[in-house]
């Protein structure tokens, strides 16, 4: 194909050929005939030479004309070589299913805007989005189905997005958006639009039923160094949201999201939390569970911190490492074993809730035989255990979970439903399988004490514990409206850093929960409170 400079260049490229023959022919001509006037001695070798110089000129030309020529044969050539380099590239860095840049585009891309912020000391947000469950979705659907929510995916964020802000596909179910000049509240504000655009299948416009998406997100110079820290962290807040729920959105918080701080390879962490299991560097602290109809201690819960020496800043850290190993099943085995180690002097009238990620009763390296052996000899009998099941990891075979439940409850030990209401944690499990006690997630507890909507689902699950002849724990109780607020819907029990702090002792006494709920003086709550007292 001849590019716009090739088919300008021809005509001006012939007209200096005939040009150059032209002058030629004149120059030698004219030449010729002055010597023919003024020295009659030449004129017959002029005779001789005037049709070899003519000649000479014309070949001359046309050799000419022939290297102009294969010149533009050339450029054609390279021009349609750059052309088609350029459309290869652009192939390259497009995906063709969504129309998205693919990730070597988000590669570029993400490298420009670091550099750009470095240098004129911007910033620049990250989202990593993954949508939920498009396996099953292929599986009972098609393909095309799947293809068409991945589509749809890309026509939301790009209906999200500001004019500078650039969405990429970079893996199957997974996209990037990179936002230059933003912080962190604009990237959750945008994360959160897309969220809602999702569940709302685009308010009918996108063609597809509502589905379901979690989004990780970081920013620099706000959260991250450079440009490995911000993938690291918009990474972990996306596995964090992945595994404590979905269908949510997780801007970084080291706290809770604390292996992309972590400078360690996965293989590191791995031996790390392999040696915090083995050698049982694990502190065990328990935190009591109130009635709120009494104030007395019902249980406790127990907990497990790493040794000073474990090589983990806290808890939370810990976790997400043995889950990004793969290593949950052993790290909860040692933390079981800690817990009930410490918690042998406790009175005999009072239970111990432990937890226990789905995946390890899952698991072939956990039976629940061995569990139960464990449990006794330790002194307790499984009756006064809790198991809390934490939906940290997505339950893979349900029948075998069911199996496993089955097993322990008929050997007389209670099942918990831990963090319901955190995203979707928890609440598949209360679909699926039959529970004991719903302790209701610390974000919805403080959240209902402020927010009608929420307080309206905290009511629900409420009413839904009540049909299922259910006890519900309120977590996370923090405030004294917060307290007023569980005490006032009829939740049985509380536990949460007003009630009491974990820590290593067995013995918190009751607590006067009108005195706690308020300072001295007449309340509007006071009948509502009269009866704790008794």
Not at 473 to 483: K, N, R, S
């Amino acid at each position: 194909m001849k590019t716009p400079a090739t088919r300008m260049t021809r005509p001006i490229r012939t007209s200096l050929v005939r040009w150059f023959g032209a002058c030629a022919v004149l120059w030698i001509g004219a030449t010729l005939l002055i010597a023919w006037q003024t020295n009659p001695d030449v004129r017959w070798a002029a005779l001789i030479w005037l049709p070899l110089v003519i000649g000479f000129s014309v070949l001359s030309g046309m050799m000419l004309q022939r290297t102009l020529r294969q010149m533009e044969n050339l450029d054609e050539e390279q021009g349609g070589l750059k052309e088609a380099y350029d459309r290869a590239r652009l192939d390259a860095l497009h995906d063709g299913l969504t129309g998205l840049g693919n990730h070597r585009a988000f590669q570029e891309e993400l490298d420009l805007q670091v550099g750009r912020a470095r240098t004129e000391s911007g910033s620049i947000a990250l989202l990593f989005v993954d949508l939920d469950e498009l396996k099953q979705i292929n599986e009972a659907q098609g393909h095309a189905a799947g293809d068409e929510i991945l589509r749809a995916t890309a026509r939301i964020i790009l209906g999200s997005l500001r004019r500078a802000d650039r969405g990429f596909r970079i893996g199957g179910d997974e996209f990037a958006i990179v936002m230059p000049d933003s912080g962190p509240d604009e990237a959750v504000g945008i994360a959160r639009r897309i969220l809602a655009s999702a569940l709302s299948g685009g308010s009918g416009t996108l063609g597809v039923a509502p589905f379901s998406l979690t989004v990780g997100v970081s920013a620099m110079p706000a959260l991250a160094r450079d440009r490995k820290q911000l993938t690291h962290q918009a990474d972990a807040a996306l596995y964090w949201g992945k595994r404590h729920g979905r269908t949510d959105v997780q801007l970084f918080d080291p706290t809770r999201h604390g292996i992309a701080d972590d400078g360690r390879s996965l293989s590191e962490l791995a031996a790390a939390v392999a040696r915090v299991s083995a050698e049982r560097l694990l502190t065990p602290v328990y935190q009591p569970i109130h009635c709120l109809r009494t104030g007395r201690v019902l249980g406790y819960e127990g907990l497990v911190r790493p040794n000073a020496d474990a090589g983990f800043a806290n808890a939370s850290a810990l976790f997400v490492a043995a889950e990004s190993t793969d290593h949950t099943v052993e790290l909860d085995l040692a933390s079981l074993d800690t817990v009930l180690t410490g918690a042998r002097s406790l009175d005999p009238s009072l239970y111990l809730s432990v937890n226990l990620s789905p995946r390890s009763l899952e698991s072939d390296e956990f039976q629940p035989q061995e569990f139960l052996a464990l449990v006794r000899r330790r002194g307790f009998d499984p009756s006064r255990i809790v198991l809390e099941l934490t939906e940290r990891e997505a339950v893979e075979d349900l029948d075998r979970l069911r199996h496993g439940i089955a097993l322990l409850r008929r050997y007389g030990m209670r099942i918990a439903a831990d963090d319901v209401g955190a995203g979707n944690a928890g609440l598949r499990l209360l679909r699926e399988l039959e529970f004991d006690i719903m302790k209701i997630d610390l974000s919805l507890v403080q959240a209902g004490a402020r927010d009608d909507s929420s307080e309206a689902v905290l009511r629900a699950l409420r009413e839904l514990a009540q049909r299922r002849h259910q006890t519900t724990v309120a977590e996370g109780v923090e405030t004294p409206d917060q307290l007023l607020t569980v005490i006032e819907m009829g939740f049985d029990a509380a536990q949460g850093y007003l009630l009491h702090r974990p820590g290593p002792a067995l013995s918190a006494p009751p607590i006067d929960l009108a005195r706690v709920a308020f300072p001295p003086g007449p309340s509007p709550m006071d009948p509502v409170l009269a009866g704790l007292r008794g």
